[in-house]
């Protein structure tokens, strides 16, 4: 099974930054059993949901010519008791990028509050990818398809 913890991409500035939101419903799969009296969103699904979004704006950035994996965090800082029902937006920023890796920094914010930050987030490059099957996940994942990125 794959996990997607956003909705959907709201914006993207190719090589700078990538908005998008997502709803945190009862119904997750991974509430299931997780707490056995109060609900509670884990602090980790909200850090992978900003390096979901990050990783494709990077992958987007290289032209889909690469493919982002996760490598560092620090500076991770998440509200604590978090419950369902939650709509947040997500914003992430890529702070540089070369051939090798990207540097960026996320956070989620819910009713005007941030929530959920990453200081600090570096992927690695991994440059055996098909460029066209990542575009077409990208519209497929992100409800981009239509969209003209900047």
Request: hydrophobic share 45%.
């Amino acid at each position: 099974m794959r996990f997607l913890f956003y909705d959907s991409v709201t914006r993207v500035e190719k090589a700078r930054s990538i908005d998008g939101v997502k709803t945190f419903a009862l119904s997750e799969e991974f509430l299931r059993g997780h707490f056995s009296k109060v609900a509670l969103i884990p602090g980790v699904i909200y850090i992978e949901a900003m390096a979901q979004l990050l990783g494709w704006l990077i992958i987007l950035s290289h032209d889909f010519k690469l493919s982002a994996i996760m490598s560092l965090l620090e500076g991770v800082t998440v509200s604590p008791r978090l419950r369902p029902g939650l709509q947040a937006r997500i914003h992430g920023e890529i702070v540089s990028t070369s051939r090798r890796d990207s540097l960026g920094r996320a956070w989620m914010e819910a009713d005007g509050e941030v929530i959920a930050s990453i200081d600090r987030i570096i992927y690695g490059h991994f440059h055996k990818v098909d460029p066209a099957e990542l575009a077409k996940r990208f519209r497929y994942y992100s409800g981009w398809s239509d969209h003209v990125v900047s």
